[in-house]
């Protein structure tokens, strides 16, 4: 991706070489701050009950390093500034964003001739959610609708990551073209679902949730509304955070009722063999509580902080973002990337502060389970210390599955998709492809031979249209 070098801008005194070095000695401050009784153990893991919640000299040090990780993302910010644009940094600002108006059909399936509608669902918590359903192909019948099939995106995407390459390569218009009834959903804080019954974007408790919010709320309105439009069970295909979230809804009966099988693309549920070289330095500097300390609650690459945050990632020698994506995600075998600035005026999409917690959460533990609120905050939502865990062996065995994955993929590997697999008390089929990587599976321009044809003779094999009311 991202190939032509910017020159550097010379001549500022502000550099950080050695991001690492003080991100270290900030944690170091953390840990090195006076032990407390057993009756107040707010967690190291979250900057608000350290400096809110700690007393006495433990306070003061809490609130240091408070205040240090603070003045280290700021000096990483102004640094990046300093240097000069990274390629990556460089692209997302010439990138314009398309606007969210007239929604994913206007834009992207009804110029092509696809039948496209606009659906808004409404979670239980009040987000106001984007649903897209295009009931058959191009050339396709009206009245000959097939099997529902539930598109759900990943990280940092939309509904559009489904339609953003051409009708003969993209699954959303493959999916429709071979006679399926085709529905995708768009997550909370995406720019398609933007929407909330009483809040705004410019709320914090807008972006107060993670991938859990999204399993047992985004989820459940959704399928709960496709089921009863359709009156049948539904084919759910989800990719990367989609996998997450599908899996975990998996194990609440009231979601696994509506599913007769699962498609999963590059399946995630423990993070704990990550290899992203970007991911893996966002962990190690703690990149999740210093913007949690700073009050930020929407991440968002396209804006200013968003941009200049990739600078600081990118500007300490640790990642080579001249190919920004192979950084985030793995090598790409298939990747078009000619056309990384089309793509680019649809994502990336935002995200919550939280959310990228919550991830960073199941990096550094190696656990598949709800968000840790620390110690009291557990107690207080879940009744015990720990998160609870999402059970696998939980998901019904009758929900058949079928998972493909890649031996390139720095993101959901190879160990760790088998330890999924073993967890789960149905047998998934397994589609292994070894030099395919982590977007390969939705965007690879040869995925429609390579993975397509086999996940849809799996999804004709077990779809109904049947009633299971």
Excluded at 217 to 240: C, F, M, N, P
């Amino acid at each position: 991706m991202f190939k032509k070098k910017f020159p550097a801008r010379r001549g500022s005194p502000v550099q950080l070489k050695h991001l690492g070095t003080y991100i270290s000695l900030a944690l170091l401050v953390t840990a090195n701050r006076p032990s407390r009784p057993a009756a107040a153990p707010p967690s190291p893991d979250h900057p608000t009950e350290m400096a809110l919640a700690v007393s006495g000299g433990g306070a003061a040090a809490a609130l240091a390093s408070t205040l240090l990780l603070v003045l280290l993302l700021c000096s990483c910010c102004v640094s990046g500034a300093a240097h000069g644009s990274s390629p990556a940094s460089a692209a997302l600002r010439r990138a314009v964003p398309r606007d969210a108006a007239g929604g994913l059909c206007e834009q992207l399936l009804l110029p092509l001739g696809y039948p496209c509608t606009e659906h808004t669902v409404e979670t239980s918590d009040g987000f106001l959610i984007s649903l897209q359903h295009i009931p058959h192909g191009k050339n396709g019948v009206a009245d000959n609708t097939g099997p529902p099939v539930f598109l759900q995106h990943g990280l940092f995407q939309g509904g559009d990551t489904w339609f953003i390459n051409s009708a003969e390569q993209s699954l959303g218009y493959i999916l429709a073209d071979n006679g399926f009834d085709v529905w995708i959903g768009n997550v909370r804080g995406t720019r398609w679902s933007k929407g909330h019954s009483t809040l705004t974007v410019h709320d914090k408790l807008f972006w107060d949730w993670s991938w859990q919010e999204l399993a047992e709320y985004d989820l459940l309105a959704i399928l709960s509304y496709v089921y009863t439009v359709r009156q049948s069970k539904i084919l759910y295909v989800g990719h990367s955070q989609g996998t997450i979230m599908g899996l975990a809804a998996f194990t609440l009966p009231e979601i696994a009722k509506m599913i007769s099988s699962a498609a999963l693309l590059c399946p995630i549920t423990y993070l704990d063999h990550v290899s992203a070289r970007f991911v893996v330095r966002a962990v190690a500097m703690h990149l999740d509580q210093m913007l949690v300390t700073m009050g930020i609650h929407q991440l968002n690459f396209r804006s200013d902080m968003g941009v200049q945050i990739v600078d600081s990632l990118c500007d300490d020698g640790h990642v080579d973002c001249n190919d920004l994506l192979s950084s985030i995600t793995g090598e790409n075998c298939c990747f078009n990337g000619s056309r990384v600035d089309y793509y680019l005026e649809y994502e990336p999409h935002p995200s919550s502060t939280k959310n990228l917690r919550h991830l960073f959460e199941m990096i550094r533990k190696g656990t598949f389970a709800r968000y840790d609120y620390g110690l009291w905050g557990n107690l207080k939502r879940y009744g015990r210390l720990a998160p609870t865990p999402f059970d696998l062996s939980s998901i019904p065995e009758s929900l058949r599955m079928w998972m493909g994955y890649g031996g390139l993929d720095a993101l959901a590997d190879v160990t760790d998709v088998e330890r999924t697999v073993k967890e789960l008390r149905t047998t998934p089929e397994l589609l292994y492809i070894g030099d395919y990587g982590h977007i390969d599976f939705v965007m690879s321009v040869k995925a429609k031979d390579d993975v397509y044809v086999d996940l849809m003779r799996f999804l004709r094999a077990n779809g109904s249209l049947h009633s299971s009311y």
